[in-house]
């Protein structure tokens, strides 16, 4: 079906291309910047004598249209930016179209946010946010949004080596982190984060941005910051797009075709991408894990654990959307995507058990066959009223939908020592795990601009999220020779939220400094249930959020930024699921119903200096947490532990992030960072485990760009990944090199480029974990060493 769809969709925009009279088009935008000047005045004359006016999109795009043969003159303008008039433009012949870019300089009131700016190679650094533009990696072409974020400062991304799914910012797993799209909450926890993360690949993303401190105009969620995923958006008139393809070494590919028409006062546009990955025969996935099992302190035997798994990944996602400028001053836009992902997964698993002599006491081979079909609809309505020249009210709903069915067919074999089936009945279970996700948001957004020095922003949102997990296990019965159904109560779960949030913020501009002060209250009912009533829990907090930021410009080259803000982390899905999962012989894992959400203040110091060639920063930070959900570890047998979510203790993470760039050279460029990271409980007495969950202590980047003449772009970085130490576990430090190297032809129109993921093959995860039962030590490997080659036409 959405084949058809996409085809009916070309069609009409072709159809809709028609010849017009004169125009004049083109967007309005900040000066020496790619920042766009949203909803902007512009007013053209003839001869002095006004002619027409129009307000520029949110894009800062313009269109005066049904023009006769003249000279004009153009005037543009808009809120903190200085006016500017462009003429004379002459118009000679009908269906003339002149194409005119306007660039703005911001207004001298506005220097504490638009002026200093590092802006150098891949990055761009403003007060409170990190910006990296798609266009400047074609090191992550043809891979996903992992791929880019994985190269951002204070970045580690989860998954297995090689398949970058989530995010880890600042040393902190990924539920500390909010992750938008276009500025807009999809959704994206737990299992749906990773998929809708999977579907986006780098060539429909225009830029992503890392917040540090979000304000209060963000759900409280963004305890640890928030990352900001732009997609693009083709303002130009007429119709545009862009092919693409590629393949890598492994056997996988990627395609990807994106088109929009627009026109007058409306636009149509669409996208299909398909990503596979392919790690199977020697390229799949490897895991050795040798344990030694204690009691009392000393050795009574040893668990060698071999694992194979392959992997395929295909996904695919469709996006069609339409925007129209319904009267002055209003737009409205709607959009639907779906995304789809299969995996197929194989895995064996030999387990070795020893005695402490190691001499042989038993050998289990357990095969899994798994495939996971996962998907997602989402559905996007967004108004947008221009009520006077200084005020907008924006009104929006999205919602979000997921399916994640998960089948596994498992057999556990018993072998002798000599590696030769000793039971004739091995062990079959056949497990079907599906989740559902039910996301809705309904939000309304009102910002006023009462002069040149004060600004209000107020906003209601309400948010309904609802997840469910069903788990049905079937074994086999070898005396009645069919699968019995073995299901327990606690595997019907049910999460429902609903969340009530208003907030109102303020920011003054007064010569130098600049302060933004809000504050957000969020209400939320909850409601968790199992089958059985033990498992049952229902109730409600408020929590205030107040946030206050300053900056203060010390000259045109140089600021310091001082913020703080109160946020949450509610407990994720998965910790919340009383399923019991088994799939590990040697620890087994549950949820906690009754899990509570953190709350934590948060403090921020920074400071930055640029210059023509160079530019440095250096930012402090700290987060106080309480009620920490912490992963704990309990013995319940000999060589098998529990971990189970529990909030208790306190803790803190505090770090200190270095950032710099430099152009040595007219051709090079080189950008940087370092970031160092603290976590610890504030008693360290209870209940062991974790301090936080996958803290690491380090990050490092460095990437370097060299433009080899004209149209030859080389670049590589390097990426390192310190070591995550806590009381009970250990990963060792991981470190890579990427290369890429780009050409273009046709005045730029077509792109090709080669790259190379993980140069000298070696990012692999290395863990090593204590309890008082065992010591673990894994190792997890593939073939992290992949070419790609990529094709793009933009049209």
């Known amino acids: 079906m959405p084949k058809y769809l996409l085809f009916a969709f070309f069609s009409l925009t072709c159809l809709l291309a028609r010849a017009q009279k004169a125009q004049i088009r083109g967007k309005i935008g900040e000066k020496d910047n790619t920042v766009s000047v949203s909803y902007g005045s512009l007013q053209l004359f003839e001869k002095g004598v006004f002619v027409k006016g129009v307000v520029a999109g949110e894009n800062g795009d313009y269109l005066f249209d049904k023009l006769n043969k003249g000279s004009y003159t153009l ?78 400062p204070s970045v580690a991304m989860g998954g297995p080596p090689g398949v970058p799914r989530d995010i880890r910012y600042r040393g902190l797993e990924k539920s500390y982190t909010l992750v938008l799209i276009d500025g807009r909450n999809a959704g994206i926890t737990g299992n749906n984060r990773e998929v809708v993360l999977n579907q986006i690949p780098v060539s429909a993303i225009e830029r992503i941005e890392i917040i540090a401190s979000p304000g209060a105009q963000y759900d409280g969620d963004g305890m640890n910051g928030v990352v900001n995923i732009i997609l693009k958006k083709n303002s130009r008139y007429g119709t545009h797009g862009q092919a693409m ?89 709607a959009e639907y995507v779906r995304g789809w992902q299969r995996e197929l997964k194989i895995k064996t698993q030999d387990t070795k058990v020893l005695k402490a002599d190691r001499s042989f006491s038993s050998r289990t081979l357990r095969t899994e066959d798994q495939t996971e079909d996962w998907s997602f ?34 057999t556990d074999q018993k072998l002798n020592g000599e590696g030769l089936p000793s039971d004739a009945k091995p062990a079959k279970t056949n497990t079907y795990e599906n989740n559902y996700d039910r996301n809705d948001f309904v939000q309304a957004d009102y910002s006023l601009h009462s002069n040149h020095i004060v600004s209000w922003n107020a906003g209601l949102k309400y948010s309904s999220r609802v997840r469910e997990n069903i788990q049905l296990v079937d074994k086999f019965d070898y005396a009645k020779n069919l699968f019995l159904r073995t299901q327990s109560p606690a595997n019907n779960f049910t999460s429902s939220e609903k969340i009530t949030a208003g907030y109102v913020q303020s920011a003054i501009t007064k010569g130098r400094l600049r302060s933004v002060i809000g504050v957000r209250a969020e209400y939320t009912d909850f409601h968790n249930q199992t089958l059985e009533q033990s498992y049952s829990t229902h109730g409600n907090y408020l929590i205030p959020l107040p946030s206050a930021s300053f900056i203060f410009n010390l000259d045109t080259t140089q600021f310091i930024k001082f913020s703080v803000d109160r946020k949450i982390r509610r407990a994720s899905f998965k910790d919340l699921s009383p399923f019991v999962d088994s799939s590990d012989v040697a ?24 210059a023509a060639k160079w530019n440095v920063g250096v930012n402090l930070f700290r987060r106080q947490i309480d009620g920490l959900i912490q992963k704990v570890l309990y013995d319940v047998s000999p060589g098998v532990v529990l971990e189970k979510p529990d909030n208790f203790n306190a803790a803190y993470i505090q770090g200190v992030e270095l950032i710099a760039a430099v152009k040595p050279l007219s051709f090079w460029s ?96 290395q863990t090593i974990e204590y309890t008082t039962a065992q010591t673990s030590e894994k190792i997890q490997d593939i073939p992290g060493r992949q070419v790609f080659l990529n094709l793009s036409y933009s049209f």
């Not at 609809?377 to 999205?398: G, M």
């Not at 009754?594 to 921020?604: D, I, S, V």
């Open 587 to 610: 620890k087994i894992k549950t949820g906690n119903p009754l899990l509570r959400p953190e709350k934590a203040w948060g403090f921020e110091l920074g400071y930055m200096k640029t």
């Open 245 to 333: 393809v590629g393949i890598n070494s492994l056997g996988g590919y990627n395609a990807s075709l994106q088109a929009s028409h627009k026109f007058g006062k409306g636009e149509f546009y669409g996208a299909y991408d398909r990503n596979e990955v392919l790690l199977t025969g020697d390229n799949s996935m490897t895991e050795t894990n040798r344990v030694t099992v204690l009691k009392n302190g000393e050795v009574t035997g040893y668990q060698d654990i071999f694992s194979k798994e392959s992997r395929k990944i295909t996904s695919d996602n469709i996006k069609l959307g339409t925007r129209w400028d319904l009267w002055k001053g209003a737009d409205l836009k």
């Open 377 to 410: 609809n989402e559905y996007i309505l967004n108004f947008s009223q221009k009520l006077s020249p200084k005020s907008r009210l924006t009104v929006s709903y999205n919602h979000v939908d997921g399916d994640y069915p998960k089948p596994k067919y498992q």
């Open 75 to 152: 005037k543009a303008s808009g809120i903190g930016y200085e006016s500017r008039e462009q003429g004379p433009i002459v118009i000679e012949r009908d269906n003339q179209v002149i194409s005119l870019n306007l660039d703005l300089l911001p207004a001298v009131s506005q220097l504490s946010e638009v002026v200093v700016k590092g802006d150098i190679g891949v990055t761009c650094i403003e007060p409170g946010k990190i910006v990296y533009q798609a266009a400047d990696l074609p090191i992550a072409k043809g891979s996903s949004v992992g791929d880019m974020l994985r190269l951002m």
């Open 670 to 765: 080189i950008n940087g960072s370092y970031s160092r990271f603290d976590s610890q409980l504030k008693d360290e007495n209870q209940g062991g485990g974790d301090a936080i969950k996958d803290q690491f202590d380090w990050c490092a980047k460095l990437i370097s760009d060299v433009t080899i003449g004209r149209n030859t772009f080389f670049q590589v970085a390097w990426n390192g990944i310190g070591p995550k130490v806590s009381s009970q576990k250990e990963e060792k430090t991981l470190a890579y090199w990427d290369a890429s190297l780009s050409r273009y032809f046709v005045q730029k129109k077509v792109v090709l480029s080669v790259r190379v993921m993980d140069v000298f093959n070696t990012n692999n995860k």
